[in-house]
Structure formats: C-alpha cells, structure tokens
C-alpha cells in the first residue's frame, strides 16, 4: 500500500482509460454507491492505469489509437481507495490496483480528445464526482 498523502493534503492521482459507452452503461445500470469494476480487473486481477498527463497520451496511443470507440480518462485518487494499489514494475508510471474502485476515489472524469488519425490529444472534463 502506498504512503498516506491525505494527512499533508497531498494526493497520488492516475488515470484509468475506459471506453464510453462502458462508462455509461454502467453509470446508468448501478447505483452511485456502487463500486466500479473494471474488464481487466475481472480478466488480469488488477486495474490498469497511468500516472500524469505526459504518460498518459502515449499509453492511449500504444493501445487505443485504431480503437474507434470514445473513451473517458477516470481521475482517481489513489491514497483514497480502501483496497490495494502498487507498481508491479518499479519506477514505472503504471500502478495496478487490486479490487473495485470506490465511488469516492474516482474525482474526475474526462472525455478523451482525439486527433483525425485517433492519437490522444488532450481530455476535456465531463463530470467531478467528489
């Protein structure tokens, strides 16, 4: 588990990439309290996501870039989940969270922006949900 921030009113943010129509579908067949599981979560046994804005354009591009699909960028807080969190990889920009993520640690969540070719060009805020 990582160091507790909340204490010095630090956080560890990161991003978790999740297609849209995914994101609503589940947002309106759940209730709010409910917590968000994610595919890989079911599929890898963790949450894959990505730490900064800088890494996070890249990954979108590595993985998603011939994916059609909208996608949303969820901005959660780390320091704020109530199951596991780490990097698997050290020194990587890529922590893997172990369970469910609560309502409570998700604080944004953004519409990916996209170039003609379907490169990452930037997020644009839909919601805040703390």
Do not use: K, N, Q
């Not at 129509?21 to 599981?37: I, N, Q």
């Not at 949303?72 to 969190?85: E, G, K, M, N, S």
């Not at 640690?105 to 703390?130: M, Q």
């Amino acid at each position: 588990m990582a160091f507790d921030r909340s204490a010095t009113g630090l956080m560890h943010s990161t991003f978790h990439l999740v297609p849209r129509d995914t994101w609503l579908a589940r947002e309106a067949g759940v209730l709010p309290a409910e917590p968000y599981v994610a595919a890989s979560l079911v599929t890898e046994g963790f949450v894959h996501c990505t730490d900064g804005l800088d890494e996070l354009g890249p990954t979108f591009d590595r993985h998603y870039s011939s994916d059609p699909a909208a996608f949303f960028a969820l901005t959660i807080d780390l320091d704020a989940l109530d199951v596991p969190w780490r990097f698997d990889a050290p020194g990587s920009p890529y922590p893997h969270i172990y369970g469910p993520i609560i309502r409570s640690a998700i604080l944004y969540c953004s519409r990916v922006d996209r170039t003609p070719d379907g490169r990452f060009a930037g997020l644009e805020p839909v919601s805040e949900h703390s």
